[in-house]
């Protein structure tokens, strides 16, 4: 009898002990897995570290290529620009404006590249709003005299302290688009700004074209780096407007109805915020 009671207590403990070492492997297992995946997404980290490196280091690059074909480029636009005005009216001054047109897209895509590869900077200054549109249709409309109409409207005090030449690409990124838009119509290009009180004095410029508008579905994309519906654009355009109206504190947005056209507008404080400018 007593021997019968040691053996059931003895398959008792060893059920236990079987329980337990079952249980204990199942943890085993579920950690086993645990650790595994711990080490995938280690990899996976690793990896996207390396990645966001080369990145890194790739846009440092692009951004001295950038600077070393500049200045190749500048050179070539004031001779073909000087070429245009001595050939004026003959076949070959046509061909000239065509190399002068050529470097202006070309330095515009590099320095479009230049602001995206390192966030824009600004670099406070006085600057006039107002000569900075008249410079920017200087170059940007000659070649399309006769084809569109241009019409400027300036209210109030136009000079702000702001960064000149980030506000001058901003702007010139919104005139190409209007002028794209309104290509083989008869285009009409409104620029219009004015001062107001929002919170804080501010200036508001406003781009209108009669061109083929924004369609709803691609709306809320627009802003988005490389996004393009055109055959040679790059899609950085209005990227590069958005992030140097923020830059300067200040926003954009845009409105396009059935009726066709497209209107942009972007606010910018007339003086640079000290934590904006970082
Ligand atoms: N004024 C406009 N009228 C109609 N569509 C526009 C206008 N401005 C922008 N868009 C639309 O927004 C898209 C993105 O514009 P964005 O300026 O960023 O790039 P892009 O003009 O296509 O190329 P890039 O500016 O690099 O030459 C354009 O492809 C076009 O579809
Ligand atoms: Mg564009």
Known sequence: ??????LRTLNEAFETFRKASKSLEQRYR?????????????S???RLMERTR??????????????????????IEIFASLLARELEGSDKGQLAIFISKGVKRLDNLLTNMLVFARAPRPVAATVDIREIIVEVLQTTT???A?????RCHYSGDTVIVADGSLIRQAVYNLLINALDSVRGKKGRVEITTERIMNGRDTLKLMVRDNGEGIPEDV????????FTTKQHGTGLGLCIVDSIVKSHGGRI???SDRAGGATFWMEIPSSIDKEVKG
Not at 1 to 6: A, C, V, Y
């Open 1 to 6: 009898m007593e021997g019968d009671s040691t």
């Open 30 to 42: 579920v950690l086993e897995k645990k650790i595994e995946r711990l080490n995938q997404e280690l």
């Open 44 to 46: 996976e980290k690793n």
């Open 54 to 75: 080369r990145l890194a280091a790739m846009g440092e690059m692009a951004a001295k290529i950038a600077h070393e074909i500049r200045n190749p480029l500048a050179s």
């Open 142 to 144: 000659p070649s399309m």
């Open 146 to 150: 006769g084809q569109v109409s241009i």
């Open 219 to 226: 709306m809320d994309r627009i802003f988005d780096p490389f």
């Open 253 to 255: 947005w845009v409105e």
